[in-house]
């Protein structure tokens, strides 16, 4: 996607890492704006490497045990469920 | 009068205690979670949620006697700048209903705008309080990050969001912030200004900007739209004759601004968004694939158009190659930026600009084009690169059009921008 184009397979190849499904017609529209967007994107080439000082500091608590969620709450917006557990689709 | 479509939920939430907000109603966005009351961020993806718990914030509503009148209209997941990208139709501006009301938070705007409640809670990740308390003529306030807990707030982008006040004076604004502020165990980057602030957030508001140093960024004020300068202008030397000072500053670094913002507020917004599989909540689908096919179907179903924009372009950005020419470079500016705010409020105490360059698009004008409107957010996006506070208080009218003064503070200088700002609203 470096000249400056973006065509819809690569759209379509960023899509399945993201795991969104797309129409035909998005793909295409998709490719037209990202190009402009990365295009825009290339001006952060001319952003001088800056020094980072990240105020880091570690936030420590006791590990005590509390309450939490309670089965049903945890599930009540599953779309599927069975035995207490979260049902999901099939792994392969 | 005209529907607004400010609020996706009318449902009242009781407060728990008496006290200083006792009697008065407060919107809340519709991605702070509200125990037991649909939270849907404005998207068909979580049209159906219901959260097990409230908010800090939510929590501290009720705590300060505040009554919760319902959940406000939004972008999806807070992306977008005019409140079109809610799955649920946009919000209308109550100013001028054929116009946006400004977004992401447009539904709390709107609600205070209109007397729908006296107060409102909105998030700000790059401009999505200021923008819409600006172009529907109220005041918002970005706090600083860190001084507002995120806890229950549904992320999009963590290192840059937080929660703040919309009213319609610059007073009751800082009422709420006073209530909504302080250190929350349940959100570890909360901390304890460095110096304490001498009294209530609302004490700052005396109106008095006697010998008060303005700054005014050239780069922030470089292709706004004429109208609102003007406004801006005039705002600025009526400080002015109450005693403050304007000069014009250069920060040189704020022309990367919105692409770095973007860059990372989309990366973010990649990887925050991957919790939506339709496991946990989510709509049901029919799709009869394994893991990955049934993932990226709910995905489809579930996402608007901006936000499947947004995963796909972080995605994009974080992928192997491209880290380095994108983010690393993104938080490069984001450093310099930072660098640069703390150079020019050493040497002002507040900086303005206006707070949008334009003023309130018609509705349907702006979604074609996603960069354009990424461009709109322009002097918004460097306060929340630089984790600063900043407010947006009326400052008068255009073609009829409300204009916003924006005015930015040092980390944790929330009373010198409330005072400031309350010689006007």
């Given amino acids: 996607m470096n000249d400056g184009s973006v065509s819809p397979e690569e759209v379509r190849h960023v899509a399945a890492l993201a795991r969104v499904s ?19 994107f290339e001006r952060l080439d001319e952003v001088p490497d800056t020094e980072r000082e990240p105020e880091l500091v570690n936030v420590m608590r006791a590990d005590e045990v509390r309450e939490g969620l309670s089965h049903e709450e945890a599930l009540r917006n599953a779309p ?7 049902r999901g689709p099939p792994v392969s | 009068m005209t529907e607004l479509n400010a609020f996706l939920t009318r ?33 068909a993806m979580l049209a159906e949620y219901v959260p097990p718990y409230d908010a800090t914030v939510v929590e501290r509503l009720r705590e300060a006697g505040a009554t919760v009148v319902g959940k406000t209209n939004m972008d999806e ?15 209308r501006n109550p100013v001028d209903t054929g116009r946006v009301p400004g977004g992401s938070s447009g539904g709390s705007a709107a609600a205070v705008a209109a007397g729908e409640a006296d107060l409102a809670l909105g998030s700000d990740t790059g401009g999505s309080i200021r923008c819409p308390a600006a172009f529907c003529g109220v005041v918002g306030i970005k706090p600083t990050y860190g001084l507002v807990s995120r806890y229950g707030l549904v992320a999009y982008a963590n290192s840059l969001e937080g929660i703040g006040p919309f009213a319609r004076t610059v007073e009751e604004a800082a009422e709420l912030l006073d209530v909504i502020a302080g250190v929350d165990e349940r959100d570890a980057t909360t901390r304890e200004p460095e110096t304490t602030p001498a009294g209530s957030y609302a004490d700052a508001a005396t109106g008095d900007v006697d010998g008060l140093s303005i700054g005014v960024p050239t780069e922030l004020l470089e292709g706004a739209d004429e109208r609102v300068v003007e406004a801006v202008e005039g705002a600025l030397s009526e400080l002015e004759a109450e005693g403050a000072t304007v000069r014009e500053v250069s920060l040189d670094s704020l022309s990367y601004a919105v ?27 029919e799709s009869e694939g394994n893991w990955n096919e049934a993932f990226a179907a709910v995905r489809e179903e579930g996402f608007g158009e901006e936000v499947k924009r947004r995963i796909l372009l972080g995605t994009y950005a ?17 450093a310099w930026i930072a660098e640069d705010f703390d150079g020019a409020l050493s040497e002002v105490d507040v900086l303005a600009s206006p707070t949008m360059p334009v003023l309130p698009p018609e509705l349907g004008e702006s ?40 005015l930015i503070g040092p980390a944790f200088g929330e009373e010198t921008i409330i005072r400031a700002a309350s010689a006007l609203a």
């Fill in chain 2, 367 to 406: 979604l074609d084009d996603p960069l354009q409107m990424y461009l709109i957010d322009a002097n918004t996006v460097p306060v929340n690169l630089a984790n600063l506070p900043a407010i947006s208080v009326p400052a008068g009218e255009s073609d009829g059009l409300p204009v916003g003064l924006q």
């Fill in chain 2, 259 to 285: 692409e770095a913002y973007y860059v990372i507020a989309m990366s973010e917004a990649s990887s925050n968004l991957a919790r939506f599989d339709g496991v946990r909540y989510g709509p049901a689908t």
């Fill in chain 2, 318 to 334: 974080l992928s192997a190659g491209y880290h380095e020419k994108y983010y690393r470079k993104a938080q490069d500016a984001r």
């Fill in chain 1, 22 to 40: 797309l129409t035909e017609e998005e793909a295409v529209r998709f490719a037209a704006q990202f190009a402009e967007v990365l295009d825009a």
């Fill in chain 2, 11 to 43: 449902e009242r939430i009781d407060p728990t205690h008496e006290g200083p907000l006792s009697g008065r109603t407060v919107a809340v966005k519709d991605n702070i979670s509200t125990r037991g009351v649909r939270t849907t961020c404005g998207s």
């Fill in chain 1, 80 to 86: 599927d469920s069975e035995d207490g557990y979260f």
């Fill in chain 2, 77 to 91: 997941f807070g992306m977008g700048t005019t409140t079109e990208t809610s799955a649920f139709g946009p919000t």
